[in-house]
């Protein structure tokens, strides 16, 4: 064999292995290295902006997180990373911008509304929608100063005593639904609209969450929780979250049926089946639902609850439950 055929031969194995060595980096670069831009991150941003995230899951990137929280850590770790760039302040209102519209789907309206102005204050160009959007993210924020909120339960200064006032709750969190409908009305055609509709379901939660938690303090506590928990469930059908409303029903459900033989033992003569499978049936209904909808996560964990609510049956005597 000749040494022209040998040199290239080597050669061609060495373009080879090195070319898939670079192959193999740029692929890894790309899976977990920073963005190669602010264009390709406000690019992904502006893709995802109108999306309606109150009917369907937000989007995600390519690592699995969500889409907005993504880009806020992307924007913020090229301004490290290109402070020199960046220096001369040609790339700031367009940073502004794009985080003040990654923070309002992030719920932090206030910061948001302060990245618009500062962004109007210092381009021509995006003035007139930020300043608008500063607006409607201020009328946000006000909204949510109205009645009651959830609280970290493990934060250090705890959370705050409930009111009995029944009347006040539902009428600050009612005031707090109709800031949120004018919204909603007014901007239809924006991806604010849907904004609206996530505020809303969440003060809808958010009393239900309440009369669940009163129930053994207020008059007919127990009615009023589970007539607050149908309604979220019924008014938010068409939401993303709409099988974790009918799982949160099934669990009161069940919660009740427990309860039920733990102060009416079913060996005792005053255990009343017919009582006992009003609530389980309506718990097992609910449970094989949500437990039809291939795909969702609430589907393992409707499957596991049932298991777990189907084994507590077992403790009670078949001619006395109708398994």
Same mark, same amino acid.
């Given at each position: 064999?000749?040494?022209r055929? $040998?040199?290239?031969?080597a #050669?061609?194995?060495?373009?080879?292995?090195?070319g898939?060595?670079?192959?193999?980096?740029?692929?890894?670069?790309?899976?977990?290295?920073p963005?190669? !831009?602010? =264009?390709?991150?406000?690019?992904?941003?502006?893709?995802?902006?109108?999306?309606?995230?109150?009917?369907?899951p937000?989007?995600?990137d390519? &690592?699995?997180?969500?889409?907005y929280?993504?880009?806020?850590?992307?924007?913020?770790?090229?301004?490290?990373?290109?402070?020199?760039? @960046?220096?001369?302040?040609?790339m700031?209102?367009?940073?502004?911008?794009?985080?003040?519209?990654?923070?309002?789907?992030?719920?932090?309206?206030?910061?948001?509304?302060?990245?618009?102005?500062?962004?109007?204050?210092?381009?021509?160009e995006?003035?007139?929608?930020?300043?608008?959007?500063?607006a409607l $993210?201020?009328?946000?924020?006000?909204?949510?100063?109205?009645?009651?909120? =959830? #609280?970290?339960p493990?934060?250090?200064?705890?959370?705050?005593?409930?009111?009995?006032?029944?009347?006040?709750?539902? @009428?600050?969190?009612?005031?707090?639904? #109709?800031?949120? &409908?004018?919204?909603?009305?007014?901007?239809?055609?924006?991806h604010?609209?849907?904004?609206?509709?996530?505020?809303?379901?969440?003060?809808?939660?958010?009393?239900?969450?309440?009369?669940?938690?009163?129930? @053994?303090?207020?008059?007919?506590?127990?009615?009023?929780?589970?007539?607050?928990?149908?309604?979220?469930?019924?008014?938010?059908?068409?939401?993303?979250?709409?099988?974790?409303?009918?799982?949160?029903?099934?669990?009161?459900?069940?919660?009740?049926?427990?309860?039920? #033989?733990?102060?009416?033992?079913?060996?005792?003569?005053?255990?009343?089946?017919?009582? @006992?499978?009003?609530?389980?049936?309506?718990?097992?209904?609910?449970?094989?639902?949500?437990?039809?909808?291939? !795909?969702r996560p609430?589907?393992l964990?409707?499957?596991?609850?049932?298991?777990?609510?189907?084994?507590?049956?077992?403790?009670?005597?078949?001619?006395?439950?109708?398994?």
């Amino acid at each position: 064999m000749s040494l022209r055929p $040998c040199i290239l031969f080597a #050669t061609l194995a060495l373009l080879a292995v090195t070319g898939c060595q670079t192959f193999s980096s740029k692929q890894e670069e790309a899976l977990y290295g920073p963005s190669e !831009g602010v =264009l390709e991150t406000v690019a992904v941003l502006r893709r995802h902006v109108p999306d309606d995230t109150y009917r369907f899951p937000t989007a995600t990137d390519f &690592s699995g997180r969500n889409v907005y929280r993504a880009s806020l850590l992307r924007l913020e770790s090229l301004e490290r990373a290109e402070a020199d760039a @960046f220096r001369s302040g040609y790339m700031d209102p367009v940073l502004l911008f794009a985080k003040a519209r990654a923070l309002e789907r992030l719920r932090a309206y206030d910061l948001a509304a302060q990245h618009y102005r500062e962004s109007a204050r210092i381009s021509q160009e995006l003035r007139p929608t930020a300043l608008q959007s500063a607006a409607l $993210c201020e009328r946000f924020a006000d909204a949510l100063q109205i009645g009651l909120e =959830l #609280t970290d339960p493990l934060a250090e200064v705890g959370a705050p005593l409930f009111t009995t006032d029944v009347d006040r709750v539902r @009428f600050e969190l009612d005031e707090r639904t #109709t800031q949120l &409908s004018i919204i909603e009305s007014e901007l239809s055609g924006s991806h604010y609209r849907y904004l609206a509709q996530e505020e809303i379901e969440r003060a809808d939660m958010i009393r239900a969450r309440y009369f669940r938690g009163m129930r @053994f303090v207020l008059p007919d506590g127990t009615l009023l929780a589970l007539q607050e928990l149908q309604r979220v469930a019924t008014r938010h059908g068409a939401s993303k979250n709409r099988l974790r409303h009918l799982l949160a029903l099934a669990d009161f459900y069940a919660q009740l049926a427990l309860e039920y #033989t733990e102060a009416v033992p079913p060996a005792s003569l005053a255990f009343d089946p017919a009582r @006992f499978s009003e609530l389980s049936d309506a718990s097992i209904q609910l449970y094989e639902l949500v437990g039809s909808h291939d !795909g969702r996560p609430e589907k393992l964990e409707a499957t596991r609850k049932l298991e777990a609510f189907l084994a507590l049956t077992l403790g009670i005597d078949a001619d006395r439950f109708d398994r």
